[in-house]
């Protein structure tokens, strides 16, 4: 079994579409948790951290529940240029280690 | 405040050659990390580094070697080039638990 398990997709969503993704982790000592958004044939780039409590940052939400060892990630009125893919990120506990999930990949249509 | 620098950006080698692919970061992060993408896979981490003088290995360590002699260096050594390594690299670097932020990437191509 992956360390962080995603939904590659691909999801294909009209524009204004909300979208969720989901990932798990089986790693229960796991300390920071991340979305990190790649643009074909780019670097990742952090989109939003993730907390217990979780977090908003405009259109999107994330979420945490390290009962189940899960994490989501919803965008709301999806946006042409949200098309990319999404990768779940866990740092294990004071390892200086990233740990990726495979990639959602989101493609928001006209 | 240049980030994380990686050069060369493209490469291509001969079956059997060494390089060394170069990272360079000037946050004073004390956390550098080393990963390949391949097509249709994630991020798999090769080696990575809690500070100076520490290194480690990560899932796909073989065929690579690293040194962290100062904090902002973290080269990625390929000993003995083979087709396998065809692939893009990606070097990181971090401060403690905070996340982390990529080089542009340096794409390699073994023949």
């Known amino acids: 079994r992956k360390e962080v398990e995603q939904d590659p997709g691909p999801f294909n969503v009209p524009e204004g579409a909300t979208v969720a993704f989901n990932c798990t982790y089986s790693?229960?000592?796991?300390?920071?948790f991340f979305w990190y958004r790649q643009d074909c044939r780019k670097e990742p780039k952090l989109l939003m951290s993730?907390?217990?409590s979780g977090n908003e940052d405009g259109r999107f939400t994330a979420q945490l529940n390290r009962a189940s060892q899960y994490i989501s990630l919803l965008i709301r009125d999806s946006k042409l240029s949200d098309s990319a893919t999404y990768l779940c990120v866990v740092t294990p506990s004071n390892t200086g280690k990233l740990i990726f999930g495979q990639g959602t990949t989101l493609q928001v249509k006209p | 405040n240049a980030g994380v620098t990686q050069t060369p950006k493209f490469q291509v080698l001969k079956t059997g050659q060494s390089m060394t692919l170069q990272c360079a970061q000037d946050m004073n992060h004390e956390y550098m990390s080393w990963y390949r993408q391949d097509p249709g896979m994630g991020l798999r981490l090769i080696h990575y580094?809690?500070?100076?003088?520490?290194?480690d290995q990560g899932e796909v360590p073989n065929g690579y070697n690293v040194s962290r002699s100062t904090t902002e260096d973290f080269p990625l050594r390929l000993l003995s080039a083979a087709p396998s390594q065809t692939s893009v690299y990606f070097c990181?670097?971090?401060?403690?638990?905070?996340?982390?932020?990529f080089g542009s990437g340096t794409r390699l191509t073994v023949v």
């Open positions: 990181a670097s971090s401060y403690s638990a905070q996340p982390y932020t």
């Open positions: 993730v907390y217990s």
């Open positions: 580094s809690v500070g100076a003088g520490i290194t």
């Open positions: 790693n229960s000592a796991s300390q920071s």
